[in-house]
């Protein structure tokens, strides 16, 4: 299931788009509201004690490396992690920058699943919107539905991948805390941009509030 959910997670976010034609943004950056609050807290509650647990020395400076790393990621990603996808819409090809990074940061996130069940459940809410907002834009910009397909499913190899190869690898088994201290900045960077990027209308800030609120008791109580 660690390798499969995660494969499932992206064709269902692409799936919604083609049979319900979403049309309202809102409703789609609530649930990734939802996704990044659930997933910062999944982190804080259950995560990141672990990893200071170990009484490693070096965590702070592997979560901050991880950070970073996500940072320099949305430099080629452009911010798709979260939500925004910025591409040239006359360019047709395959968005090779954008699968790197992305790819990249899905392998990692992979890396720690097979320890937590509650962390897997919080990756695959945080990919669905993630796929949703890929699978329009793509369709939106008139990309070749063979290029559309071909990046989602690659895409969807990566965090099975980094799941596979750190419980086949010693070398990672090694590093395991290193390893999750990086994937834990990386939550963290991405979440949290997630929560506090501004949004337009009252209405809706409320609405994202409630949201968030409701995310962060469910990850809670798991």
């Known amino acids: 299931m660690n390798y499969l959910l995660p494969i499932l997670a992206i064709a269902a976010g692409y799936f919604f788009v083609i049979l319900f034609k979403p049309k309202k943004p809102s409703s789609i950056k609530l649930f990734l509201a939802f996704s990044g609050a659930f997933l ?20 702070g400076i592997f979560i901050m490396g991880g950070i970073l790393l996500q940072i320099f990621l949305e430099f080629f990603s ?11 819409a006359d360019d ?26 509650t962390l897997l459940l919080g990756i695959i809410i945080h990919k669905m919107p993630i796929a949703i907002i890929l699978t329009l ?5 008139k990309y070749s539905q063979k290029n559309t397909l071909l990046f ?52 809706f800030n409320l609405a994202k509030l409630i949201v968030v609120i409701f995310a962060t008791f469910l990850a809670y109580l798991l």
Request: hydrophobic fraction near 50%.
């Open 40 to 59: 910062l807290a999944l982190t804080v509650f259950e995560f990141l004690p672990e990893v200071y647990a170990s009484n490693n020395k070096n965590v």
């Open 78 to 88: 452009k911010g798709a992690e979260h939500g925004h996808v910025h591409l040239h």
């Open 92 to 117: 047709k090809t395959f968005p090779w920058m954008l699968f790197i990074s992305l790819s990249i940061h899905s392998f990692l996130e992979g890396i720690p699943i097979h320890e937590h069940d």
């Open 137 to 141: 834009f793509f369709i939106e910009a």
């Open 152 to 203: 989602l499913f690659l895409f969807s190899l990566m965090t099975p991948l980094g799941s596979f190869t750190a419980e086949k690898m010693v070398f990672i088994k090694e590093y395991y805390i290193e390893a999750s201290a990086i994937v834990i900045g990386i939550f963290l960077h991405v979440s949290t941009t997630i929560l506090f990027e501004s949004s337009e209308g009252h209405k």
